[in-house]
């Protein structure tokens, strides 16, 4: 599609279309994207600013049919703001340096910000940290944000979901495997402290899950899920 879709819901079980939204990529004549391609959007409400932060990926190279990673080595990550997800901002680039970035998600903490991203570069001898969930800190929302982390994952991991610990000792992020469609899982304390992998034994996610998303629920809105969809 060349829109954004966005759905609404009151209780996580019953959902309605919101509105489409097309960003005028025009406004960025170096993003060549096949068909005004928009992967992976994410949304984050700023409290600080009152401001909706959309992004996604498109990229700056359509590729060529001998250079299949061309197109994903040429992804860019985009925003938009909203205050009423009715009327947007023009799109920008988010990060200042020429580094392919998908799947990024932006949290705050400390009074900073943190963009959990993919560096989508092809992993080799000249860029070992190709195909890994890294992490990149600002001191405002729209950055500048410093280069990213060393990897807090292996190589191949993707859509990266941050949560907040249940027992309150900091943060999980899940990635996801691939080939082969398994699940990894980190923790820290905090999202500019070193990160330690989770031993698989000591996790579990659901059969056959992948590329999902993973938010943070109260008892009411589980009980109601549960209730609508099953365990």
């Not at 209780?11 to 489409?20: E, I, K, T, Y």
């Not at 944000?145 to 999980?172: H, I, K, Q």
């Not at 923790?187 to 402290?193: H, K, R, S």
């Amino acid at each position: 599609r060349d829109d954004i879709r966005l759905w609404v819901s009151t209780n996580l079980v019953a959902w309605s279309l919101w509105r489409d939204f097309r960003p005028k990529l025009e406004v960025l004549p170096e993003i060549q994207g096949p068909g005004g391609f928009h992967g992976a959007p994410k949304m984050f409400f700023d409290e600080p600013s009152g401001q909706y932060l959309l992004t996604w990926h498109s990229s700056v190279n359509i590729g060529h049919p001998t250079d299949t990673e061309g197109l994903w080595r040429g992804m860019r990550t985009l925003y938009v703001l909203s205050r009423d997800l009715v009327t947007f901002t023009e799109p920008k680039r988010l990060f200042p340096w020429e580094m392919a970035t998908i799947d990024v998600l932006v949290r705050r903490e400390g009074g900073r910000y943190f963009a959990i991203l993919k560096d989508e570069r092809y992993p080799s001898a000249a860029w070992p940290t190709g195909k890994t969930i890294r992490i990149a800190a600002a001191d405002r929302l729209l950055g500048p944000y410093a280069p990213p982390s060393l990897p807090v994952s292996p190589n191949f991991c993707e859509a990266p979901m941050l949560l907040r610990r249940p027992d309150g000792a900091g943060w999980y992020l899940y990635s996801e495997q691939y080939p082969g469609r398994a699940y990894r899982l980190a923790t820290a304390p905090a999202l500019d402290a070193p990160w330690r992998e989770v031993f698989w034994m000591e996790f579990s996610v659901p059969e056959n899950a992948r590329h999902g998303c993973m938010i943070e629920l109260g008892r009411a809105e589980l009980e109601a899920v549960l209730a609508a969809f099953g365990p």
